[in-house]
């Protein structure tokens, strides 16, 4: 797989379709040039005759897309790479013309669709029931605004490839050394119990293996409970990590993650000692046993450990928590004291592994002791640092982002990386070129210098199969961010993305700024930390060789405690316009929206195997707190100084408009509520309100539902989605639209009158089952009041169909009149095909069996059906009911088009 590789000279096909073809390879592991034993080269695969293989196909998907850049690789093969400047470490791809100029067609189709049904809506007003048909139209037009804010995004979308194999060439040495930047990689968690350990600390072991310099790149540990658990956690961790991370470089293990690895059917070796893989493999199983054993003790251990000192000690007051060491632990104690409880303990750093030598270390050989032959294996492991910054009852700690600006500091003086990635506690480093492909972004001669972030998509372990609950989200990530990337990059989604760390600080991109890097007014912006300040200059350096950090003496100690203290960010730019911003349940979204709108582009790399992938919620309950929270911070997003539709000259028109839809889209849900409950007219009524002249409406109702169709039906090919993908994301907006968003709207209305709001539920993690159902949370019924408007929605339309079933029975009904009431029950039906999903999880085990949850709609409506009869006998005197003559009247339109 030579012709991505040969940008340096001869070997180049000149027409580039090599180059396209292999470069589409790379994201499916199969297309780089890397050293023998890299997880995503074609790499051997042992079959039984002894041979080998390798796999060279390309994605189906793929063929959809055309390379877009052949002008400018060829420009760079010219130049051989004599100019002085960095190489093209990526390619960029686009739909082909004969998917994307349909799409393009349809959207605009649809859009004068539209207009023309809703200019016709106005010269028809419907005169008996004119506070519905204002209603329905505004609702109308919100519905087509939003659809029009939604598709604008994506009729651009780009693929960029990185390429790994040239990244390796120009920066790897032969001697083993490497040229590539440092990395400093966050992972937070908050509380060993809500959010499982054995996650954690496979997030951190999986960074710790990553196919990166070992001298690199660093790990930091932001512990916001201050626990004890945790810090022993992450001492067991690193003991693990000796055998398992030369264990992974060794038989070139993916993916590199334990409990991750361990769980997979097939594994296809692909490392360089197939003779000793079973037998380590089988020791490494063990020595995993053991670890997870001893993480389970420690819950245990410790309090007996701190009984054994404090009886020693012997004396009155509060129950220590004590080290191994047998000194006291300085944050939250098992028996909370004074300044020893959550929310109240002094910052803590402990660095539990040191910075790694610049030279390669081997191993032992195999021995009585250590069976594992690492004698050829570099044993050296990354820098490994704990951190639980300052806490104190009297000021706000801002939550997540609170504790990633700690962490940006203290990482500033130890290390100082250029290049940051976050993690949250439940995920893990998928694929260990991860870190490479997006360095490669980074270093692009083209735009690299102005990107400020490169976002991954989020990828999940332990979904059910069906997707439920809509977890993957895959229209989202394979459909709009590819679409963003076309424009000024995707948003920031929380986990899984690199920064640049100057952007963070916000310094302005290179095409905005007329020199260098200069810091002004630097107390004020960043605090008053001189140590912290003379590191911003040497931070914008991206591609420098960073020395050791320093040695954890009392000067230094006491410059990490000064920047982890509550009161260092008073009076300073932290969290408004320096790193993550505060005040904002989403403040991912809004601190990439700031990056944006301050000149600075973005990047989406999707690669396969994925990058990462953690642990979704898989309770609809838990799910729905989810969304709740996303939906209730981009409405207070949309409400503040970070409004899209006002902040950011700088700001692309087009992410303008994607951002306005991100963040205004629980606005829907006034709507839809309103739609979807509209059948308890009919229930009452016994009449259905359709737009006259009906000929007409039911005409634009199909058309537009066509096209909507046909949409999405050519989304799917491009985007590489499947049709159950684009049926959850239909299913779960619905859901999310009668669940949580009028909740979320509640909360910005109570906000805007200065009242306190809602309070959002942190997502509790998906903790391993015991059992053998591994999906027994999918099945579990967890009340919360904001299952009731779903659940109401339900009800009517249950209530709507049996009832038109009963006034069909005795209502003596015409033809006509029977096709009008069909068309409301078409209507009815619809609604609960896309609640379908909420009203499995309500049955709770019984949704094991789909098929019960028809039975209980058939038998519901029968039984209404029944009532409805013997109420309209007793009403009239069994008297049969009729509708009135006066033929097929109606109900509203479009039903959130």
């Known amino acids: 797989m030579g012709s991505l590789a040969a940008t340096n000279g001869a070997g180049h096909a000149s027409n580039g379709a090599g180059v396209a073809d292999q470069a589409l390879a790379l994201e499916n592991g199969t297309g780089n040039g890397h050293k023998a034993g890299v997880a995503d080269r074609a790499t051997p695969v042992l079959q039984a005759n002894g041979g080998s293989k390798v796999a060279k196909k390309i994605s189906p998907k793929d063929k959809y897309w055309v390379a877009a850049d052949e002008g400018e690789m060829a420009a760079a093969i010219a130049d051989g790479g004599e100019d002085g400047r960095r190489p093209l470490l990526y390619r960029t791809f686009k739909v082909k013309g004969i ?39 505004v609702g109308d037009l919100w519905f087509g605004v939003t659809w029009l804010l939604n598709q604008v995004a994506k009729l651009n979308p780009v693929k960029r490839v990185p390429n790994l194999a040239l990244l390796e060439q120009q920066f790897d040495l032969p001697d083993g050394n490497s040229n590539l930047p440092c990395l400093d990689v966050f992972i937070n968690t908050v509380d060993p119990i809500n959010e499982p350990m054995i996650y954690t600390m496979n997030s951190i072991i999986s960074i710790l293996a990553a196919d990166y310099p070992v001298d690199k790149h660093a790990c930091y540990l932001s512990d916001d409970g201050g626990s004890i658990i945790h810090y022993d956690g992450l001492l067991e961790t690193a003991k693990f990590a000796a055998l398992w991370v030369p264990f992974c470089r060794k038989h070139s293990i993916e993916p590199r993650a334990p409990e991750s690895y361990f769980s997979l059917n097939t594994r296809p070796y692909t490392g360089n000692a197939p003779q000793d893989f079973v037998n380590d493999r089988r020791h490494m199983c063990r020595e995993y046993d053991e670890f997870k054993e001893r993480l389970d003790a420690l819950f245990t251990l410790i309090p007996k450990r701190s009984d054994v000192y404090n009886h020693a000690a012997a004396k009155e007051g509060a129950k220590a928590t004590w080290m191994a060491d047998g000194t006291q632990w300085p944050g939250t104690w098992i028996d909370p004291a004074e300044n020893h409880k959550k929310g109240q303990h002094v910052g803590i750093v402990k660095v539990m592994l040191k910075h790694p030598s610049y030279e390669p270390e081997l191993g032992l050989g195999a021995s009585t002791n250590s069976p594992l032959d690492f004698s050829a294996v570099d044993v050296r492991l990354p820098m490994l640092v704990y951190i639980s910054r300052e806490k104190s009852p009297s000021c706000d700690h801002q939550k997540k982002a609170g504790a990633m600006n700690v962490q940006l500091r203290v990482s500033a003086l130890l290390t100082n990386a250029p290049f940051i990635i976050n993690f949250d506690g439940d995920h893990y480093v998928n694929n260990s070129k991860a870190f490479r492909a997006g360095i490669c972004f980074m270093l692009d001669r083209r735009e690299g210098d102005n990107t400020a972030f490169v976002q991954f998509p989020q990828r999940f372990d332990d979904v059910d199969p069906t997707d439920r609950y809509c977890n993957h989200n895959r229209v989202f990530f394979d459909a709009t961010l590819l679409g963003l990337n076309g424009i000024q990059g995707p948003s920031y989604v929380g986990t899984g ?32 930390s001189a140590s912290f300040i003379s590191s911003i200059l040497p931070a914008a350096d991206q591609e420098r060789s960073i020395m050791s950090p320093p040695a954890l003496e009392e000067p230094v100690m006491a410059d990490l405690a ?5 009161a260092y960010e008073d009076g300073t730019e932290w969290g408004r316009e320096v790193g993550w911003v505060y005040n904002i349940a989403t403040e991912d979204v809004v601190t990439g929206f700031r990056l944006h709108r301050n000149g600075w582009r973005s990047m989406y790399c999707r690669m396969e195997p994925d990058a990462f992938a953690g642990t979704a919620p898989i309770n609809l309950t838990e799910r729905l707190y989810q969304i709740l929270r996303w939906s209730g911070g981009s409405l207070e997003m949309f409400f503040s100084r970070n409004c899209p539709l006002l902040a950011g000259r700088r700001l692309h028109p087009m992410q303008r408009i994607a951002y306005a839809n991100m963040t205004a889209y629980p606005v829907s849900s006034v709507f839809l509520v309103f739609y979807l409950l509209f059948p308890v007219i009919w229930i009452f009524r016994g009449q259905f309100y359709i737009q006259k002249p009906f000929p007409t409406y039911v005409l634009y109702l199909v058309i537009v539902i066509a096209l909507t169709e046909l949409i999405g039906m050519v989304e799917i090919k491009w985007a590489g989605l499947t049709l159950l993908d684009w049926i959850r994301n239909e299913q779960f907006y619905i859901i999310g639209a009668t669940a949580v968003y009028p909740t979320a709207v509640f909360h910005i209305v109570l906000k805007l009158f200065g009242l306190k709001g809602v309070s959002f539920k942190l997502t509790a993690k998906q903790v391993a089952s015991s059992t053998s159902d591994k999906f027994a949370e999918l099945y579990a019924v967890q009340w919360a009041p904001m299952l009731i408007p779903t659940m109401v929605v339900i009800a009517v339309n249950v209530c709507a169909i049996g009832a038109s079933i009963g006034k069909a029975i005795v209502g003596g009904w015409s033809l006509m009149q029977m096709a009008d009431a069909g068309l409301g029950l078409v209507f009815n039906a619809w609604i609960l095909v896309l609640i379908y999903p909420f009203a499995l999880g309500m049955i709770g085990r019984w949704s094991k069996r789909p098929y019960i949850l028809f039975i209980l709609f058939v038998i519901a409506f029968i039984l209404i059906a029944l009532v409805d009869i013997a109420i309209q006998a007793m009403r009239s005197g069994f008297v049969r009911f009729h509708f009135k003559s006066s033929g097929g009247a109606t109900f509203p339109t479009s039903w959130g088009l």
């Open 562 to 566: 000064h920047v982890m203290t509550c």
């Open 497 to 528: 993305c690199m920064f640049r760390r100057v952007a963070l600080y916000g310094v302005d991109p290179p095409r905005w700024r007329p020199d260098d890097v200069k810091i002004v007014d630097s107390s004020t912006k960043f605090g008053s």
């Open 99 to 137: 998917l994307l100029h349909p799409y393009r067609l349809l959207s605009l189709i649809r859009l004068v669709a539209i207009v023309l049904f809703f200019v016709w809506r106005v010269r028809h007003p419907y005169a008996d029931g004119m506070w519905l048909w204002w209603i329905s139209m």
